[in-house]
């Protein structure tokens, strides 16, 4: 493997602020094929990313003894990633709040003899996972190729976008959305025990970035949270 983990992932601050849910394996492959795109060159071809099952495997600590298995593992992930949507809330004209719907790929090829799967990024995401957006968020594949949940990786994204202001807060319904968790969890206290205490716990342990968060309140109830962000200095941050 050249070195992949030093790749760098770069995302539009839109598509960080967008509502959508993955699973683990789904969310490694878009990170993976992203940190393949060179910033300083123009986009691939039709959106076109290949990936190496060996080299994503290595990055993200998989037994390449069961090889097929990690193989149709990816591969299944692939196949569901081409029915996810990624969903994005703008303002309108009349200052209402109009929702986009956008899709992640709308190719998928398997390359098996060569270990390999092609991947076409979508015209409408391209753009939010290259430079061609002015305002974005950057870091290192290996910063994040310990995290285990998609909780741990959106939270950790949503953390580094403001890591400058050393803290950030969200309303309790925001942050429901941002992770997919509107319907998961009702309970406030189970979503604070696994999801946020988790995801909190983990990012701190294996990533650039040392989190925590007290909880706001209106009354008893819980309305939102604040998280506090330092830098881990373990692994110097990407700017």
Known sequence: MANVEDNKVYQSNQLIEASYTLTLME???VLYAASLMDSRKAAPVNGLVVLSVDDFAEVFGMDMQVRN???TKIKEAA???YSRDIHRYTLGKNGEQEKETLRWIYSRKYLPGEAKIALGFSPTV???LTLLETKFTGYKLKNISNLTSFNSFRL???MLQQARFKSRTFELSKLRELLGMEDKYPSVGDFRRYVLDQSVKEISQHTD???DYTP???GRAITGFKFSVERNDQIPLLM
């Open 27 to 29: 969310k490694r492959l």
């Open 69 to 71: 298995d990690v193989y």
């Open 79 to 81: 196949d569901r990633l």
């Open 126 to 128: 391209l753009p939010y």
């Open 156 to 158: 950790y994204e949503l």
């Open 209 to 211: 970035l040392k989190l």
């Open 216 to 218: 706001l309140k209106k």
